[in-house]
């Protein structure tokens, strides 16, 4: 059996050998800078900041699991976003708290850095913008993936929501990409902020003369019969105004996609424009009588025949 003596040797052997070599292997890096202000990276620096970021990141995710389980997929993604902000500050305090540990002294490095950080937030400042336009939208709800927002005069269905910057696809397909800061800095129609359930409206113009019950008529019919079209509400017709040439109505209906309107709109003014033509019903258009009086001329031109027959 191995006797007290040789188990202090052994520990000796362990603590001196393998950890001394260990250490001094830890110990090893570069220096910057001289006295005070002298900072060491060491390999046990780098180390360290590798396992701290490594169990950060497992932390950070059962977080991200355990607060977004129970939320919708909307709320998920957008919490998703919001939570990427602060999974990058929580590895810049790792960063700070692990150099400290380590004994260098952040003021240093904080201070140095002062000028940068004032230069970035000049250059970047439209960037934070954006982020906390996110934040907000984020955290009052303001905003829902698919909802129908209308932006510069552009129409688009939102379908994602990050931290700096919305997406959202137009009615011809395109994608447009929303700085986050335009919804706290500007005015946007969100057509869907309360429901799905939009009102629409197509503008028609009949000849006067025409029979106004009778074209009343037609245009409820066409609306209660497209299939797009809601029935409760019902659709409803309003004589707004004797235009210049044009008595001047409105077909208001509702539809639970607002996104397609153009389509549906086109659809019914062919259906409009067949009906009138088989009811007779004219649509006018704008028509300029021009009066040209010539009398002034004529006269003078008599005037001087006669006085070159005397």
């Known amino acids: 059996m191995m006797g007290q003596e040789d188990m202090s040797k052994v520990e000796e052997f362990v603590e001196k050998d393998i950890w001394g070599a260990i250490k001094e292997f830890l110990g090893l890096g570069l220096s910057f800078g001289e006295g005070d202000n002298k900072i060491n990276i060491t390999i046990g620096l780098l180390v360290a900041l590798v396992i701290a970021f490594f169990v950060t990141a497992f932390l950070l995710k059962w977080l991200r699991h355990l607060l977004t ?13 919001f939570f990427k902000f602060i999974r990058y500050s929580v590895y810049v305090a790792v960063i700070v708290i692990t150099m400290s540990s380590a004994g260098i002294d952040i003021t240093l490095l904080l201070t140095a ?9 000049l250059a970047l400042q439209d960037i934070f913008k954006d982020i906390l336009g996110g934040i907000f939208i984020i955290t009052d709800k303001s905003l829902h993936v698919g909802d129908i927002v209308e932006v510069d005069g552009r129409v688009g269905k939102v379908f994602e929501i990050k931290l700096r910057t919305t997406r959202a696809i137009t009615r011809d397909d395109k994608v447009v990409v929303i700085p986050n800061h335009h919804f706290i800095t500007n005015i ?30 037609i245009l409820e019919s066409i609306a209660k019969n497209h299939k797009t079209v809601l029935k409760n509400p019902k659709p409803f017709v309003q004589f707004d105004d004797f235009g210049d040439s044009a008595l001047l109505f409105s077909l208001n209906f509702y539809i639970n996609d607002s996104f397609s309107d153009p389509r549906l709109k086109s659809e019914m003014r062919y259906e409009i424009d067949a009906k009138f033509r088989e009811n007779r019903v004219s649509i006018p258009f704008p028509q300029r009588d021009v009066h040209i009086f010539q009398s002034g001329p004529f006269e003078h031109r008599n005037a001087i025949n006669k006085a070159d027959t005397k």
């Open 69 to 81: 389980r129970k939320m919708d997929s909307d709320d998920k993604l957008k919490f998703i976003s």
């Open 113 to 121: 850095s002062a000028v940068l950080f004032v230069g970035l937030g």
């Open 188 to 217: 946007i129609y969100n057509y869907t902020q309360n429901h799905k359930m939009t009102r629409e409206k197509i503008l028609i113009g009949v000849a006067y003369g025409s029979d106004v019950a009778l074209v009343t008529k």
